[in-house]
Structures are given as structure tokens and as C-alpha cells.
């Protein structure tokens, strides 16, 4: 993986750079110690660093607005970074650029029961946004896994999901509003507490733009109130394809369960050992169904999910009984990260999308480049929206071993593109797979998107280096290639 | 008083007709089946460039969720389809047909994603953006290209899909997309309060939708609006409706939870409840008197009473809500006041549904952004279409 080559001239201004900074944000707000600046070289995708040049933790949004007006005139480029858990290097700060900590941004400024909505800084985590509403009985429905830290600005820089995004969506369909800073200063107010921003869906392109387009420094999102009841049911299949069938017959049979999560065998176990949830071992597929709403509902629900499952071949099923079971039933699932990490030194998070009925040969495929590269696997999949998370156990010590494992995460994303999938269904394209972007989309695919950052940020200071395999100067991309003249095929006068 | 039409059969043949336009300089009033044309602001071209005969469905796949479909295909062959699955657009699609004095029932998928135009159900449901997944097409720049995806989770490059969600074609003329469908309700009943004002209707709207019951609808007809109504008329006075949809056995569990709660002077059945949502979508209380101009305003739902109040300081306009108080709908006299100043302080805006072509020519249809804003969103314009061919104005003048 190349970074765009640091530029020399502007390393050799940076105390130049430092002062302007200083008279913008006063204080600990700009750090220069070599020693700080490194706790700021990576993201949760650790296998790469880079100090930063600077870094700014600004606290108000005028800041934010003059730090990248600054930086703009200066040519110097800028790196957005909540809390530093993206697994896709989105957050990687470059040599020659600032990182913008948006850490100080950390209070919630409104919650609106009325409007149902909850107006915060960016800096705020995604957890601390249900915190502040669960005493009346709501909260912010999207849950990645990391958001006990992560914040909800890189919740909308990322699209993040988690388990419950299958019935209550990902970050974009929670979002009802961003003030946002673009690269010359600008401050933009896209959506508020109403429900239908007007114009161009900006709002729309901006979550899941990976920082490349402005900086978000408020948010305002949907809370929903918490359903009256969840239950989980857990099912162990002797097959994948019969775990993948169960699947494709509960949504077949109208019902979208609140959270539908499957583990391979070796995940079963990792996750087993570590937490005994007392999951069954000799199966081939585990899939937790977890149905939520009012108890008349959920009831009736459980049973004809465990029909269905009995009808497909289920060979364990287990409903919980108590919030306790429930949330025992989860707590292996929500583990089998670290549980992964108990059985090898590291693993490297994968996160593709295929269409679901592809399941069967994917981890067919899986097992072959599991073989292939001599890396073990193990999988953890949001089933019902097709979201795989293939965990690759390799050990960074041995020699080769991590370039061994990311061409097997390589191999993988690209299978998933090729059985009609997608390289990222909720980790973002980043670093990680930038260079992946060509196997999925055209040259003009590209460049459109390429343009449209143009719209936002013309000298391409934000972000640089991140999501596109090769970048282009805006000019270049505007150039228009008019080839036709004559018409094409014969006109039918209508109106 | 457009005279020539480009019909394209293949996206290969659009980006020639896009080419020509660039060549010639000539701007395209992109059309489905025209079932929208007096929507947005008129378009001047000499030229229209007609979808409808890129037609047909490319995949339905309805355990994964997933439709793709070419952008003419009519709305009237995909509906059906997805009802014999059970399934159905979960954002309601309006259709808007009666309230421009044509048929109900028209339309392409196209139109309907490139229009945004979303039902009583974006409270629990999102918008016709929410469920549009990928898409295909030729940029004014005649390019073919592609974005988002064909599964339901996907946050691979910039979600393009999202941003030609209510560009009314100004951006790219779509060829094909891929939706989220998903399971329609097996039930669904209505309870009706009688009598409120509107202050009174929207607290209680909001109450239901502080709810855990999973309210889909919650609107609020005032008494000479629901008047005009072919369900709750009979009921008489002012109707503030609650709709509950899921599973039989469980709509029938938050029926009788939420009359409990709120109180109800009626509950209606399946069929008496589709009638009802089906009128509060299409905004049917407005089709007559037609020379009427409808207004849509989007505003915080807790303002949805105070701005209508203002509305009708100013004007003898009727008015209804939906979207729990932040949807409202107006239908004014022609040369009313201008009801935008109704929204000041909300953050709201209004646009300009329903008008003739000299007044849609002259009062911003969307409305007014603040110039940071109308920049940008014109930067955007011209990175899809530099030498603005696509629906020339028909969003903003100049875009
Ligand atoms: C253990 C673990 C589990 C995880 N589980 C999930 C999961 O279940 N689902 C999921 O979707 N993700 C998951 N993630 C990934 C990660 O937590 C999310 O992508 C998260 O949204 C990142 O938030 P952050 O605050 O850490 O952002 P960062 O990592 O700091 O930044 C992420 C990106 O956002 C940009 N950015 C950050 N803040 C702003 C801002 N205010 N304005 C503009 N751009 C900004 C950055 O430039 C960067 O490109 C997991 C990560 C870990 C480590």
C-alpha cells in the first residue's frame, strides 16, 4: 500500500505551519511532541502508522472553520480523526498533513423527546448518545461493536451498522441533520430536526464519505424508543447452506428479526471458550435470531422461527428465557473478536457483502484460500443483510505472515465483488482497500465520484490518499470528451 | 412546448443521445412516462430524452431483498409483482397522478426514485432514499457509470444513489436501479381520535410516536379536511389517524395497548385504514378545486401546529399533517402570500407542489437555500453535468 508521497516543502515549513495553528487554536490544542504525535499514528487497522506533521484538537466549530481555511491557503493537507477505532485506515494521518482530533467536540447539546431527536457534537460516542436518552426508555438504534468509543462523527463519516442495522438501518438512515466545515472554511448546515432535508441529498453523499468531503462538527439523529421486549433464539445447523436456507426462509416468511448473527464452527469455538455461552460445538452453523417489539409479537414470532428452522434442518434451538439468557446468548457473538484474538496472536477483520444465497459457495471458496495461503479462518456474518465478517488468524511475528493474510483478505473482497457483492459493507474502503476500488468499479465510476469531491474540496486537501486508487487533479477530471455530432438514431417527433 | 424526443432503448444509445446534446448544446427535458412534468420548475428544451422504453425487470430477488429494475419500467408492472411476494416499497411511494389531473396508477421506477416522493410511512420507514440502493445511467456529461451497489448493505465509495434521490434528473438520466424491498404488513388498523385541535392532535401524535408500538403513520385531518375524506368523513369533525401495521397478532396487542393510552373514538379495519393512508399519500383532499396551489412543508413535527397556525393568520388556506406534525400540506388560493415566511425560525422549507407553469416559472418550486449552500449544490450540478443539459432549472434556476 503506497501513501502519495510526502511533500518535502511543506515538512520543512512546518514551524510556520505550528504558529499559524497556535494563533488559531490556543494551548495543548496543537501538539508537536514527537512522543504525543505517536499516539495519533494509526487507527484500529494498526498494521499501518504514520505520525502526523501537527495535531490540532480544535473545540469549537469557528476553529475548525479558520484551522482548514489556514490550511487551505497553506496547501497543507488534513486528516479528520473521532476516535481512532476505523478498521480501514480512514483515520491513518499522513507525514505531510494535519490530523484534526475532533476529541474535544465531546457534548451533547440538545435531546428533543418531542422531535425525537438528539443534537451532538461529534466527538461524542455512539454509546454516550443512548446514555443520554435510556432513563426515558429510548435510544440511537445503530450499534457497531466498537461503540463504547467510537464517536458518532466517524459514525457518519463510516456508514457504520451493527447488529440491529438489518430492521433499523445503518448511520444514514438515522441522520437527520450535520453542520459541517468544508476545506475553504465554509460552514454548512445540511437537514435539522425536520425529516426531509430539501435540495441535493448532501446529507446522503456526506455519511459514508470517510472524511474526504468536510468535517462534521454537529449531528443531529433519530432515537427510538426501546421495543417493549427482545428474545433471542439460537440455532445450530450440520450445514452452512442449511443455516443459510433458515435464513432466506424467515425473511421469505415477512419477518425481519432485529438482529440475525451466524458464526462458522471456528468462530462457535473461539467465542465458546472464551465466554461459554454454552453454545453448541458440534454443529457446523450457529445463527442467534433475536425478535423484538411488543411480547404479543415476539411470542408469536419465536414460534414460527423455530418451525422454520425445524423445517430446515436445525439440529439445536434454544430460546431464551430470561434478558439474562438473552443477553448470554449475545455476549459470545459480540466476543468473537477477542475470542479470535485469545486462539492467535492477531486476526485481521474482514468485511465484504454478497448477495445472501451466495453463502454456501463463499465459504466453499473461503476454506480453498484458507488452504491456498496456509492462514486459518474463521467467520462471523450479519446474515441477514449478507454483511461477512471473515476473521484471518495469522501471527505478525513469522516472517511474511501479514502480507500472507492480507493477500488472503484481498482474495476474499474479491470474490465477494465477483459473486456480485460488494469489497465493504460497513468498515469503509480507506486505506485498507483502496486499491481494491478498480475491481469493483469502472474508470468512469470513479471519476465521477472523483468529481463530485471536486464539488466539496477542489484542491483535494482532505483526506488525500484514502478510497480512491489514484487521484487527479480536478481540472483534469472536468475536462469534457464531446465525441458525437450526428444523432444517433432517427428522432420521433412526439409531443 | 418541447417537439422532439429521443427514445433510447439501451444505455449505449442514451449516452449518444447525451453526446448529441453536448455537440449541439442542446438541453434535455428527461421524461418517464411525463407523469411528474408539473412538478419542479419548466423545464425550456427544445429537446426531451424519454426513458420509457428502457423497460423490464433484471432481477427480483425477494430473499434478498433486492429489485433491480431498468428506470421506465412502469410502476403499475413492478407493484403487483411485489405484492404477489408480499413484498412492497416500504417508503410508500406517492402517487401524486389525480392531483395533476391524470390518471392514478402511472409512472416508472425513475420517476418515483428521481422525484424522492415518500408516504405517511417515512416516520418508521425512511425516504425513497433510505431504500435506493444502486444505479446506473448517463451523466450530462454523456458517460455511463455506476454507483452504489446490488445488496442491501453497502458503503463502498460514495453513495451516489442517495444524492439522485429527488434530483429530478438534473444530475444523470438513469438507466437501471437496484431497491430494497421488503415485507409488506400482514395487517394493519387505525385508531382515530375525533375532535382535536390542531395543537392538541400533534401532542397526541407525538405521544403515540414516544410509543414503543411501532407507530407507520400518524397524521392529523383538520375538521374541513377530513370532510373531504371518503373514510373518516362519516365520523365527523377534525381526524387525528394512528396507524399500526405488523403481524396480525401483534397489531392487535399495540391496538388495544395504544387505545389504552391515548384513548380512541374509532379503530378502522383493514380495508377502511388502506383507503384512509392511501388518500393522506396522495394528498386526494387537494385534487379539487385543481386551480388550488398545493404546498408541501417539512418542518420539525413539534412546529407542524405553530407554522399552520401562522399559515392561516395570513391566508384561507386548508391544511392537514402527517409525519406525526412534520409534514403539512396546504392547498392556497392562487396569488396567496407567500407561505414561506411561515417557516421562519423552524428550519423547515416548502415546496411548491402543485402550480401553473407561469407561477412555478416565477416562485422558487424547492426552496431558496442559503448561498454557501446553493453553491455547493451548484458545483454539484456541474460535476455531473458541466454544460447543464439535464432538466435545465427544473430544481433552481441556473442548476
Ligand atoms: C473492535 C471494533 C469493532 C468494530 N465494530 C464495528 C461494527 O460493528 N460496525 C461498524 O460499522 N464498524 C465497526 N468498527 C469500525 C469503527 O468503529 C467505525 O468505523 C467507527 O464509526 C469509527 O469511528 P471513530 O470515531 O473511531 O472514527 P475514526 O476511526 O477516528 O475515523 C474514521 C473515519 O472518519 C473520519 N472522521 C472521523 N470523524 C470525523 C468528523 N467529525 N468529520 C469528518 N470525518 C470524520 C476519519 O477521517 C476517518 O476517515 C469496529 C471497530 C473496532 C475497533
Not at chain 1, 452 to 477: I, M, Q, T, W
Not at chain 2, 126 to 136: I, N, P, W
Request: aromatic share 6%; glycine share 12%; charged share 20%.
Amino acid at each position: 500500500m503506497k501513501m502519495p508521497t510526502p511533500d518535502a516543502g511543506i515538512i520543512s515549513r512546518r514551524r510556520e505551519i505550528v504558529e499559524r495553528l497556535r494563533a488559531i487554536v490556543p494551548g495543548e490544542g496543537v501538539i508537536v511532541d514527537e512522543d504525543e504525535l505517536r499516539a495519533y499514528e494509526c487507527d484500529g487497522l494498526t498494521a499501518y502508522r504514520q505520525p502526523p506533521l501537527v495535531v490540532v484538537l480544535p473545540s469549537n466549530t469557528q476553529q475548525v472553520s479558520q484551522v482548514l481555511k489556514a490550511c487551505k491557503e497553506m496547501g497543507v493537507k488534513v486528516v479528520p480523526r473521532g476516535a481512532g477505532t476505523s478498521l480501514s485506515g480512514g483515520a491513518l494521518p499522513l507525514a505531510d498533513g494535519i490530523l484534526l482530533g475532533l476529541g474535544k467536540f465531546n457534548r451533547i447539546l440538545e435531546v428533543d423527546y418531542d422531535n425525537r431527536c438528539v443534537v451532538a457534537q461529534p466527538g461524542v460516542t455512539n454509546l454516550g448518545i443512548s446514555n443520554a436518552v435510556a432513563h426515558k426508555g429510548f435510544y440511537y438504534a445503530p450499534d457497531p461493536s466498537s461503540q463504547i468509543a467510537c464517536t458518532i462523527g466517524g459514525n457518519i463519516a463510516e456508514n457504520s451498522g451493527g447488529v440491529h442495522c438489518l430492521k433499523y438501518g445503518l448511520t444514514t438512515n438515522n441522520v437527520l441533520g450535520v453542520e459541517m466545515v468544508l476545506m475553504d472554511g465554509t460552514v454548512l448546515r445540511l437537514g435539522g430536526k425536520h425529516l426531509e432535508a430539501g435540495g441535493y441529498d448532501l446529507m446522503g453523499i456526506v455519511t459514508g464519505s470517510e472524511g474526504l468531503l468536510g468535517v462534521v462538527t454537529e449531528v443531529t439523529v433519530r432515537i427510538l424508543k426501546k421495543p417493549a421486549t427482545a428474545r433471542a433464539v439460537l440455532l445450530g445447523f450440520p450445514t452452512n447452506e442449511q443455516a443459510g436456507d433458515c435464513v432466506a426462509a424467515i425473511i421469505a416468511a415477512g419477518i425481519i428479526p432485529g438482529g440475525m448473527e451466524m458464526m462458522d464452527k471456528p468462530a462457535i469455538h473461539a467465542a465458546e471458550d472464551f465466554v461459554h455461552a454454552n453454545y453448541p460445538l458440534d454443529v457446523e452453523a450457529l445463527l442467534i435470531v433475536e425478535l423484538d417489539g411488543p411480547p404479543a409479537e415476539v411470542d408469536y414470532l419465536i414460534g414460527t422461527v423455530e418451525a422454520i428452522a425445524r423445517d430446515k434442518g436445525a439440529v439445536y434451538a434454544r430460546v431464551s428465557n430470561s434478558e439474562e439468557e438473552r443477553l448470554v446468548f449475545w455476549a459470545g457473538r459480540k466476543a468473537a473478536f477477542p475470542a479470535v484474538g485469545r486462539i492467535s496472536p492477531d486476526y485481521y477483520c474482514m468485511d465484504g457483502t454478497i448477495p445472501r444465497k451466495k453463502l454456501p459457495l463463499v465459504l466453499q471458496r473461503m476454506r480453498e484460500l484458507s488452504e491456498k495461503h496456509g492462514l486459518r479462518v474463521a467467520n462471523v456474518f450479519h446474515a441477514g443483510d449478507g454483511n461477512l465478517h471473515p476473521l484471518i488468524l495469522y501471527d505478525a511475528n513469522n516472517p511474511g505472515e501479514l502480507e500472507r493474510a492480507e493477500e488472503f483478505g484481498n482474495d476474499i473482497l474479491r470474490l465477494c465483488v465477483d459473486v456480485g457483492g460488494v469489497l465493504t459493507g460497513e468498515h469503509g474502503v480507506g486505506v485498507e482497500k483502496r486499491d481494491l476500488m478498480t475491481h469493483q468499479f469502472a474508470e468512469a465510476d470513479l471519476k465521477q465520484q472523483q468529481r463530485l469531491k471536486c464539488a466539496f474540496d477542489p484542491d483535494g486537501l482532505l483526506n488525500p490518499g484514502k478510497v480512491f486508487p489514484e487521484l487527479h487533479r480536478c481540472a483534469e477530471l472536468g475536462r469534457l470528451h464531446i465525441s458525437g455530432g450526428k444523432l444517433p438514431f432517427p428522432d420521433i417527433p412526439r409531443f | 412546448m418541447t417537439i422532439t424526443t429521443f427514445k433510447p432503448d439501451t444505455a449505449a444509445q442514451l449516452a449518444d443521445s447525451m453526446q448529441w446534446a453536448l455537440s449541439h448544446g442542446e438541453p434535455l427535458e428527461v421524461l418517464g412516462t411525463g407523469t411528474k412534468r408539473r412538478l419542479g420548475r419548466p423545464v425550456q428544451a427544445a429537446y426531451a430524452l424519454d426513458l420509457s422504453a428502457l423497460s423490464g425487470v433484471v432481477a427480483y430477488e425477494p430473499e434478498e431483498l433486492v429489485l433491480t429494475v431498468r428506470t421506465g419500467t412502469p410502476l403499475a408492472e413492478v407493484l403487483p409483482m411485489l405484492a404477489a411476494r408480499r413484498q412492497h416499497f416500504a417508503f410508500e411511494p406517492q402517487d401524486l397522478g389525480p392531483l395533476y389531473g391524470l390518471p392514478a396508477g402511472g409512472g416508472t421506477v425513475g420517476g418515483m426514485l428521481a422525484a424522492g416522493l415518500t408516504g405517511p410511512r417515512r416516520i418508521q420507514a425512511g425516504s425513497a432514499r433510505d431504500h435506493f440502493l444502486g444505479v446506473e445511467g448517463v451523466s450530462g456529461r454523456g458517460e455511463v457509470y455506476k454507483g452504489g451497489g446490488k445488496v442491501v448493505k453497502n458503503v463502498t465509495g460514495y453513495d451516489m444513489p442517495k444524492l439522485m434521490a429527488g434530483s429530478m434528473g438534473t444530475l444523470t438520466a438513469m438507466t437501471e436501479v437496484t431497491l430494497k424491498v421488503l415485507p409488506a404488513p400482514e395487517d394493519v388498523r387505525t385508531l382515530v381520535l375525533l375532535g382535536k385541535g390542531d395543537a392538541e392532535a400533534v401532542r397526541a401524535l407525538t405521544s403515540a410516536l414516544q410509543s414503543p408500538h411501532e407507530v407507520s403513520g400518524a397524521a392529523h385531518l383538520p375538521a374541513a379536511v377530513a370532510a373531504r375524506s371518503g373514510v373518516v368523513a362519516r365520523l365527523g369533525g377534525a381526524a387525528t389517524c394512528i396507524r399500526l401495521e405488523g403481524f396480525g397478532p401483534s397489531v392487535a396487542a399495540r391496538v388495544a395497548a395504544l387505545k389504552d393510552e391515548l384513548g380512541a373514538d374509532a379503530v378502522l379495519e383493514r380495508d377502511d385504514s388502506l383507503a384512509l393512508w392511501r388518500e393522506i399519500r396522495d394528498v386526494a383532499y387537494f385534487v379539487q378545486p385543481a386551480e388550488r396551489l398545493v404546498w408541501k412543508l417539512s418542518v420539525p413535527p413539534s412546529e407542524g401546529a405553530r407554522v399552520a397556525a401562522a399559515i392561516r393568520e395570513i391566508t384561507e388556506a386548508d391544511v392537514y399533517f402527517d409525519w406525526g406534525g412534520g409534514l403539512l400540506w396546504v392547498a392556497a388560493e392562487p396569488g396567496d402570500a407567500d407561505i414561506r415566511e411561515c417557516l421562519d425560525g423552524t428550519g423547515g422549507h416548502a415546496t411548491l407542489i402543485r402550480a401553473p407553469d407561469d407561477v412555478r416559472a416565477s416562485v422558487p418550486v424547492y426552496h431558496p437555500q442559503p448561498e454557501p449552500l446553493a453553491a455547493l449544490a451548484a458545483r454539484v450540478k456541474e460535476s455531473f453535468d458541466p454544460k447543464r443539459l439535464l432538466n435545465p432549472g427544473r430544481l433552481y434556476a441556473g442548476v
